[in-house]
């Protein structure tokens, strides 16, 4: 069974950290690429990175360029968006999705991606 499974959301105060997981099963994880998007209430879903099943190359969005940070963990089957100096405006529900053809990340954003988790939710709120 193809799972993937987001956790680490949570209620941060401006300025915070959050670390989110996404934990894939049932599949080859070593031949997937594996994005991150949010999508907040209210608005489209937007992509915000995304990291390359080769060679490990790395795409963000504008917007969390220098404060989130991608990795993978091939022995566990994880990926790891890591949050910092988060902000109001990244409050939404964050879902990990993965796909095999999605070579280096090229047009993440817009791929039609194989599998889907089922989103974490992140508030950022004093």
């Known amino acids: 069974q193809v799972q993937l499974v987001e956790s680490g959301g949570g209620l941060v105060q401006p300025g915070g950290s959050l670390r989110l997981s996404c934990i894939a099963s049932g599949f080859t994880f070593d031949y997937y690429s594996i994005a991150w998007f949010r999508q907040a209430p209210g608005k489209e879903r937007e992509g915000v990175s995304c990291?390359?099943?080769?060679?490990?190359?790395?795409h963000y969005t504008d917007s969390v360029k220098g404060r989130f940070t991608i990795s993978r963990d091939y022995a566990n089957n994880t990926v790891y968006l890591q949050m910092d100096s988060l902000q109001p405006e990244d409050t939404a529900v964050y879902f990990c999705?993965?796909?095999?053809?999605?070579?280096?990340?090229?047009?993440?954003?817009?791929?039609?991606?194989?599998?889907w988790g089922q989103g974490t939710q992140v508030t950022v709120s004093s």
């Open positions: 990291i390359s099943s080769n060679n490990g190359k790395t």
């Open positions: 999705a993965a796909d095999r053809a999605l070579y280096y990340c090229i047009d993440y954003v817009r791929w039609d991606y194989d599998y």
